[in-house]
Nanobody, 122 residues
Framework: QVQLAESGGGLVQAGGSLRLSCAAS????????MGWYRQAPGKQRELVAA???????NYADSVKGRFTISRDNAKNTVYLQMNSLKPEDTANYYC????????????????WGQGTQVTVFS
């Protein structure tokens, strides 16, 4: 089965940086798009950034210019470099990937990580 393992969250001062990592493991044929979502208390879950298998990226306006998403296809891993962090970035960050599992039927399905907490204090 496919699993996503996240790491890199933590407590950081405003203006600081964090780098989130998410590695997919298990029976994987290929991975299409990968992305990061976040959800703060009392707010809707929102897409932070996404990246296609070809490297095209998409960012939420609130993080554009501060966050950078990248991926290492050989390692089935997606990263989120978070710079100039603000208190409003505080949220639980979830990794998402459209994964084609190994098997007779090759079809992508959405998989989610357990989430990693990012807390930014001033």
């Amino acid at each position: 089965q496919v699993q996503l393992a996240e790491s890199g969250g933590g407590l950081v001062q405003a203006g600081g940086s964090l780098r989130l990592s998410c590695a997919a493991s298990g029976s994987i044929f290929s991975i299409n798009s990968m992305g990061w979502y976040r959800q703060a208390p009392g707010k809707q879950r929102e897409l932070v950034a996404a990246i296609t298998s070809g490297g095209s990226t998409n960012y939420a306006d609130s993080v554009k210019g501060r966050f950078t998403i990248s991926r290492d296809n050989a390692k089935n891993t997606v990263y989120l470099q978070m710079n100039s962090l603000k208190p409003e970035d505080t949220a639980n960050y979830y990794c998402n990937a459209d994964v084609v599992p190994g098997g007779w039927v090759l079809k992508g399905s959405a998989y989610w990580g357990q989430g990693t907490q990012v807390t930014v204090f001033s």
